[in-house]
């Protein structure tokens, strides 16, 4: 196994707070195709009983990049970036994030296998408000490929 065992369990750094934009979850929203005017229109949102536009559920992939980041340049981790594929991702939500939430996230490994020559990592990036509030986990399993025979 290619990936440092001794990952497991580690936990890294809270990230840098992360301010959510009204323009950037516009902006996610429309490519990804997520039309619901709470998504776009403030109005909407606040008659949907939010306090700006609401983030598509798949939006916190923005801010778990920035832990992704944390364990793949970690100098003992062992990761080949260039053999990195992702293999599954999801979202396990307290609630929506909204435009203007300010929140940071801490990445934690939560598991390490190999399979058929590959190594898989799977980590929780949990996401919360600057004040501690629970908004969002997501779970992430990257895959590195092993070397080729």
Known sequence: MSVNPELLDTVFEPTEP???????????????F???PIHHDVDAAIA????????PPTFPIVI???????????????????RVVHGDQ????????????????TIRV????????HTMVTSESTI????????????????IRGEES
């Open 18 to 32: 992360y301010v959510v934009g009204r323009e950037k979850v516009r902006e996610f929203s429309s490519a990804v």
């Open 34 to 36: 997520a039309t619901a």
């Open 48 to 55: 949907g009983g939010y306090s700006d536009v609401v983030a």
């Open 64 to 82: 778990q990049e920035k832990t992704l980041h944390q364990l793949l340049s970690h100098p003992g981790a062992g990761i080949d970036f260039s």
């Open 90 to 105: 999801k979202f396990d939500y307290q609630r929506p994030l909204v435009a203007g939430d300010e929140v940071v996230a």
């Open 110 to 117: 939560t598991k390490i296998q190999s399979l058929g020559g």
């Open 128 to 143: 919360t408000t600057t004040a501690g509030e629970p908004v969002v986990v997501a779970t992430s399993t990257l895959v």
